[in-house]
Each structure stands twice: as C-alpha cells, then as structure tokens.
C-alpha cells in the first residue's frame, strides 16, 4: 500500500500541464490555419455562386427563345413568360417557365435584368447588390450567347 501511494506521488510531479504561452501559440496556428482554408472555401463558394446564376440565366434565356418561336420575336419583358400578354396566338399553355407564376429571382435574390429593343437582347443577373454595374463579386453577370 506504502508503494501504491508513493507510485501515485512521483507520477503526479511529472505531469505538468501546457504553459499560458503554449496555449496561446496553438490558438494562433489554429487561427492561421483557419484563416487560410476560411479564404479557399469562401471562394469555392462565390465562383459556385457565379456558375449557378448562369445555369439560371440559361434557363430563361432558353425560355426565351422558345417564346420568339412561337411568337416570332422577343418578348417586351420576362413577365411575358409567366404570363400571356396578349399578342402571341401560338402562346404556351403552361408560360415558358414550367407553370411557374411569378417570375424568379436570381441566385443572388434579384430581378434579372431583360432589355429587347428589337435588335438587341440583353439578359443578365445584376449579381451581389443588385444593382447594375460593379467590380469584383458585385459584377453583373451577363448570360452566354
């Protein structure tokens, strides 16, 4: 017993815990550590974001090239997909967007941006702050041709 309790003793002097320093340089690696693979996954995650609103705009643009042929031209806005305007005999029963009824939004949470003037279309997300224009993460992404 004597023996028990001198073993039980010696081995509790020779642990000794980690120092405030020590504690403090694995917080700071770990930190490093997670600021660098924190900035890898936030770009995985913008440039997924960007591949994703143009498989969106490609979406409606393919809507709306089924709609001119049908209708032989554009629509004067995207509304016209979701809703008949009128002007069109041969128009889809269900619109051009699979039955929906309003029009949706891009990945970003904005109204796409749609302008025909008869010649030309344009057709593009406005992207992070919805607005158009911008640099970097806010530039408009414009649907491919």
């Known amino acids: 017993m ?5 073993r039980r003793t010696i081995s509790l002097k020779n642990k000794r815990g980690l120092t405030l320093l020590e ?3 694995v917080i700071a690696l770990l930190g490093l550590i997670f600021t660098f693979i924190g900035k890898n996954i936030f770009s995985k995650f913008s440039s997924g974001k960007r591949k994703i609103t143009l498989l969106f705009l490609d979406e409606i643009k393919g809507a709306l090239d089924q709609y001119k042929l049908d209708c032989n031209d554009y629509p004067k806005s995207l509304q016209a997909l979701v809703q008949n305007p009128g002007d069109c005999p041969a ?3 269900d619109g ?3 039955g929906k009824k309003v029009l949706p939004k891009d990945p970003y949470g904005c109204d796409v ?4 003037d008869g010649g030309t279309m344009v057709l593009k997300s406005l992207a992070q702050g919805c607005q158009e224009g ?12």
């Open 2 to 6: 004597f023996n028990k309790n001198l």
């Open 23 to 25: 504690i403090l340089m």
């Open 91 to 93: 128009y889809a029963v």
């Open 96 to 98: 051009y967007l699979g």
């Open 113 to 116: 941006f749609y302008s025909y």
């Open 134 to 145: 911008g640099e970097g993460e806010a530039a408009d992404i414009p649907a491919r041709e």
